[in-house]
């Protein structure tokens, strides 16, 4: 967030692909299966609104500005 607040950006966003989560359990940089809690983390939390989402990856949207209609997220 605060990298989106001094690019004055409306939102942020957090990408995870099935590329990352294979890489992350096969190089075990963190434990296997780490990046599917974090995305279940980021999506129970609210804040964050899922865009778009496949079994191949998933786009995550943050609104920023003080209004997340310029992020064009779903509600």
Do not use: F
Request: with cysteine.
């Amino acid at each position: 967030m605060e990298i989106a607040d001094h690019l004055d950006a409306p939102c942020a966003y957090v990408i995870i692909t099935e590329s990352q989560r294979a890489a992350v359990d096969a190089t075990g940089v963190m434990p296997a299966g780490s990046l599917d809690v974090i995305l279940r983390k980021l999506v129970e939390e609210r804040r964050y609104r899922v865009m778009w989402s496949n079994p191949r990856g998933t786009l995550l949207g943050l609104p920023v500005a003080d209004t997340p209609k310029q992020c064009h997220l779903p509600y």
